[in-house]
DNA sequence: CTGGAGTAGATGAGGTGTCAACGATTTCGT
DNA sequence: ACGAAATCGTTGACACCTCATCTACTCCAG
């Protein structure tokens, strides 16, 4: 018996509604800065940062993807609409008929250069500076918990 | 003198990048199972218990769009394809000729009654039970903590 | 070397979010 | 009472995400 009951008890409900709200209103303000700052979405963000962080600004297409965690649908979206705002471009994959490169432009990694300081700028203000050292590394601890817990669970 | 450095230093680092990928795991995996075990959508979900449980199935649009920090807009829009679900509707408001009424109608209400349980089960699974009663409300508060930070803040 | 299974990626449809502009009231100062 | 300003809500354009489906290529067993 003693099934799980089916509402949160009130310290949970506070704590789940405490996160949900700080990781919404945290995630909004970041990506809305970066649009504003840079021109460029948050996608875009990502994806060039990514990009020439991890694969020196060029990556075949689904390994991309993987780096940010994506599906390959979504970054084949993306990819398009970066490309046609010219931030990278597809180029042929001689080894692999099937695939792409994608590379970033001179204008996409001129972007990202200018972008990212001032992005990691509004990350330390809003979330870092909220927190004392001990206290972020805490946060990310339980964080590092929550996704380990996650990914033994099945879906 | 002493600009702020332009990266984050390692333990910053880490606790970030945990932070943000426990929060889009976990907000990926609970709206695409809201998703397949109810047939609505995440916003869907949000709006419906909103509505519900703090108006008691009739609000006005403005209020709910507050009630969950949305803009306007974005709840206009979202009340629109709910009412071509059947999920809600909008009525005319006496006392205010600009105003519209959102209510619930009795599917609206069958299916949040039925999605509400199972929602909060993968809470409970994906969330609480990965930590322990002390390490969540210290989650939470830390979260707490963070939205103050922001708030305190110009944008 | 050939046929089937698996992989890389593109694409179309449909739901969703944002921004800016707008129409329709209500409210308020004078 | 009257006009300006604020408020309530809608709309259109556009960017974005997901899912299912499709093509084209690679790989491998026989």
Chains 1, 2 share one sequence.
């Not at 704590?15 to 949900?20: H, L, S, V």
């Not at 020439?52 to 084949?76: C, F, I, N, P, Q």
Request: neutral net charge; aromatic residues 4%; glycine residues 6%.
């Amino acid at each position: 018996m003693d099934a799980p009951p089916h509402w949160l008890d009130p310290e949970q409900k506070v704590a789940w509604d405490n996160f949900i709200r700080m990781q919404e209103t945290l995630i909004g303000r970041l990506s809305r800065r970066v649009q504003t700052d840079s021109g460029m979405s948050a996608s875009d963000y990502i994806v060039l940062a990514s990009l020439t962080e991890r694969g020196g600004g060029r990556m075949r297409l689904l390994d991309l993807a993987k780096s940010v965690e994506w599906e390959k649908s979504r970054m084949s979206h993306q990819v398009t609409r970066m490309a046609k705002r010219g931030l990278v471009a597809r180029e042929e994959c001689p080894d692999d008929g099937r695939g792409a490169f994608i590379v970033a432009t001179p204008a996409g990694c001129t972007a990202i250069e200018e972008a990212a300081p001032q992005h990691v700028e509004h990350v330390r203000r809003l979330f870092i500076e909220a927190l004392t050292p001990h206290q972020l590394s805490t946060l990310g601890r339980l964080s590092k918990r929550v996704l380990d817990h996650m990914e033994r669970l099945p879906d």
